[in-house]
């Protein structure tokens, strides 16, 4: 299993579409935020390569010009997105999402595009296997083509109080203090009707909960301002709403494949689906 050191680099997965090609600006940004290197992949279904290779590099005879073509306009652009940016381009073996899974286990971040099966609705098929398999956290880019990146607006974790946040917590405060931006930890909790003559105040408790998610995180990010939201309601309503005012939403997500359908068949899958920027899933 890789370490945090073997995993010095952001992934980013790209094909012809101007999806695509916004997901690597946005992966640019996020690897000079981070001084990490950026590997650009487009996967080579039907290539005909050496066993003993995992990928092609860019001017490697067995690529296809359309691959060849894709990997050059895509460096040319994240070149002018930061000069000083380490890139590396290649095309590994196989189908798309199974070549980025495969990818995740030597990466710090997998980033690929939100790219729809029903306009801007619903993320494709290859997108949700990469979030639901990969070894890494997966940045989904979401936006129109040509969407600037929002700069300078803070970035949101989502907090439930438990383990699952952790892995959200760590690259959210990480990644907001790269960018010198707020975090705004989000931590909601079910509203309900209390029967009559009883009263019960969960708003204190829950404050307390999301105080505590966050102690240890604010004493090793001491610069990153951080605010505090304890909102009643349901988690994705809330989150969706949240999106808009914000970077990046991290949000937490079962590590065991057995979780898979749980998790992806509710609050996270619901985001990737639905939210207006781009969606970090961290993995326990």
Known sequence: MSTRADRNMIVVGVDHSPTALNAARWAAYLAGALHTPLLIACALPHAVTPAHQLADRIHSPHLSDAVRATLERTCQLVRTCDPDLTVDAIGPQGPPA??????????????????????????????????????????????????????????????D??????????????????????????????????????????????????????????????????????????????????????QLLAVGSHGHPTATALMFGSTSRDLLHHTTCPVLVCRS
């Open 98 to 159: 199974e070549a980025l899974v495969a990818l995740s286990a030597h990466a710090r971040i997998v980033v690929v595009g939100a790219r729809t099966a029903y306009g801007e609705r619903l993320i494709g098929s290859t997108t949700v296997h990469v979030a639901e398999h990969a070894h890494c956290p997966v940045g989904v880019w979401r936006g129109g083509n040509g969407r600037p990146i929002p700069r300078g607006k803070p970035v949101a974790v989502g907090v």
């Open 161 to 246: 109080g438990t383990e699952l946040s952790i892995p959200a917590l760590a690259h959210g405060f990480e990644i907001a203090a790269a960018l010198g931006v707020p975090l705004t930890a989000v931590h909601c909790w079910p509203s309900r009707i209390e029967p009559v003559g009883h009263h019960l105040d969960r708003g204190e408790t829950e404050r307390t909960v999301l105080a505590e998610a966050l102690a240890g995180w604010r004493t090793e990010y001491p610069d990153v301002e951080v605010i505090e939201m304890p909102v009643p309601g349901l988690a994705r309503t809330v989150l969706k709403e949240i999106a808009q005012e914000v």
